[in-house]
């Protein structure tokens, strides 16, 4: 069981990234992944999640409408489609995936501890 976070980079303000987490062990339709990210010295925030099957997405007030994610079951990866980049979003970016289906039972999808499974994270550098 393994989630595999790629697309980082060196991105200039108002550039569009897409990441990617593909999984391995497990099908992405059936269980929620979220994205959060961590800027140095700081906690890490979750930015958004897709519920199992087509239960929704869900989005942190500060990328909603900036922010998209989605997930393609056939490439068993979950996308985080990143517009308008600000030099704020520059941090490490984590997907994450809910083998307990905890978000499911307590429909909370922010909290990092809601989490079993962790990506190793891509750095987004957003810089002029």
């Known amino acids: 069981v393994q989630l595999q976070a790629s697309g980082g980079g060196l991105a200039q303000p108002g550039d569009r990234l897409t990441l990617s987490c593909t999984a391995s062990g497990f099908s992405v339709r059936n269980y929620a992944i979220a994205w959060f990210r961590q800027a140095p010295g700081k906690e890490r925030w979750w930015l958004a999640s897709i519920a199992r099957d087509s239960l929704g997405e869900y989005y942190s007030n500060s990328v909603r409408g900036r922010f998209s994610i989605s997930r393609d079951s056939a490439k068993n990866t979950v996308y985080l489609q990143m517009n308008s980049l600000k030099p704020e979003d520059t941090a490490v970016y984590f997907c994450?995936?809910?083998?307990?289906?905890?978000?499911?039972?307590?429909?909370?999808?922010?909290?990092?501890?809601?989490?079993?499974?962790w990506g190793q994270g891509t750095l987004v550098t957003v810089s002029s």
């Open positions: 994450a995936a809910d083998l307990t289906l905890l978000t499911y039972s307590t429909g909370n999808y922010y909290q990092p501890g809601q989490y079993n499974t």
